[in-house]
Every structure is written in structure tokens, then in C-alpha cells.
């Protein structure tokens, strides 16, 4: 039996590095994008002294074509993507009247049409798989100072639920987790944490929307 194998794309040493190490430890292959080579090396590293099945792959989420090659390179390699997590996210800091239209959509084009070609791109590859984006409190409650942030978190709440409404039907799950905290070791909020959330709902494959907050 080939394993699964779940992409990560915005590898980072927090919520994606913990997702992998999840996802890993259940079977999976694993893997990670990122832009900086270096860093995907420890990570591949890292997973793999755990004894996972890890890659890392060098591609740009605010580059269609660098986005749609990298990932291409991730089929060759596994042949297969079963579960796709993407976490990358850009938000220019400041009010909005502080921003300028062309950093509102260079941060739109990674948080948000980089997760729609990421989806397009993977979907050929995939049978009754699922996908996942990381969501944020400030889709809720926007926050004046991290307005570019809001605005793509709200961006990707409302991808998610028109993409769930598109491939539900096609036996594909799509589901955003609302983080409506700081992520953060040793709290309600750790990587470890949002890592376990996401693999609930690629597991239970029910909700397209589940709040992560401290009850």
C-alpha cells in the first residue's frame, strides 16, 4: 500500500512544521514548500529523524508559475497529494489608509489566490482527498492595525466555504480552522494543538468552518 501523502505549503517552524510531524507520525509522506531552501532542509531534516518520509520543495506562492511547478515536482515525487494544507499568509502592517492598493493585493495574492491555484493544481492528483487553510480570528473581528492581514484571512474564510460548496459533491473535503489566537509554544494556542485540530478535521471530514479558541 503507497502511503498518503499531505503538502504543506508556507512551511514555517511553527503551525506547519507541527502539522507535518502529525500527519507524519500517522502515516503520511510529507511534503513542505517554502521559498528559502535552507530552511526546508531543517525541516526535512527534522521530520526525518523522526523517522517520516519528508521533502521539502522550493517554490514561491506569489508566483503562479513557481506555485504550479513546485507543486508538479511534489506529484513526481509521491505521485500522489492526498491532503493539502496551505498556510501561507502575507499581511502588510498598518491601518488602512496607511496601505497602498498594490501592497493590499501582493498580500491577497499570497494569503488567498495562492491557496486557489494551490487547490486547482493539486485537485488532478487527488481522490476524495481533502484540503485545508488556516484561518484566523481577525476574518471575524478585524483589527485596524493588521487590516491587509484581515482582509486576507476573510478572504480565505470565504474561498473556503464557496470551495466546500464546489467539491463537496466531488467527494472532496474542504475545511479552514479559525485560529482566534497568537499561536504560541506552551499555550492553548501551540502548534502542537492547532496541529492536532487540523488532523480532527481531515479525519471527521464534516465541518467546513471549526473555531479554535480557548473555551
Given at each position: ?36 531552501e ?6 526535512e ?14 517554490g ?78 481577525l ?5 485596524a ?71
Amino acid at each position: 500500500m503507497v502511503n498518503k501523502t499531505v503538502l504543506i505549503i508556507g512551511a514555517g517552524p511553527g503551525i506547519s512544521l507541527y502539522t507535518g510531524k502529525k500527519f507524519g507520525k500517522e502515516g503520511f509522506n510529507v511534503a513542505l514548500m517554502a521559498r528559502n531552501e535552507k530552511a526546508l532542509h531543517q525541516y526535512e531534516t527534522e521530520l526525518q529523524q523522526d523517522g517520516i518520509t519528508a521533502k521539502g520543495f522550493q517554490g514561491d506562492v506569489s508566483s503562479e508559475q513557481s506555485l504550479k511547478e513546485a507543486i508538479q515536482e511534489v506529484v513526481k515525487t509521491f505521485g500522489r497529494i492526498d491532503v493539502l494544507l496551505y498556510n501561507a499568509a502575507s499581511g502588510t502592517p498598518g491601518k488602512p489608509t496607511t496601505l497602498s492598493a498594490d501592497q493590499l493585493i501582493e498580500d491577497f495574492k499570497v494569503s488567498v489566490a495562492g491557496a486557489l491555484t494551490s487547490v486547482k493544481e493539486v485537485l488532478p492528483s487527488m481522490e476524495k482527498g481533502a484540503i485545508l487553510l488556516t484561518g484566523g480570528g481577525l476574518a471575524l473581528y478585524p483589527y485596524a492595525d493588521y487590516a491587509s492581514l484581515a482582509v486576507s484571512k476573510a478572504g480565505i474564510r470565504n474561498l473556503a466555504y464557496s470551495l466546500h460548496q464546489e467539491l463537496s459533491e466531488k467527494g472532496v473535503y474542504v475545511g479552514t480552522l479559525t485560529i482566534k489566537g497568537f499561536v504560541e509554544e506552551g499555550t492553548y494556542f501551540s502548534p502542537d494543538n492547532i496541529a492536532e485540530a487540523f488532523y480532527d478535521m481531515y479525519k471527521n471530514r464534516t465541518e467546513v468552518e471549526v473555531v479554535f479558541e480557548e473555551k
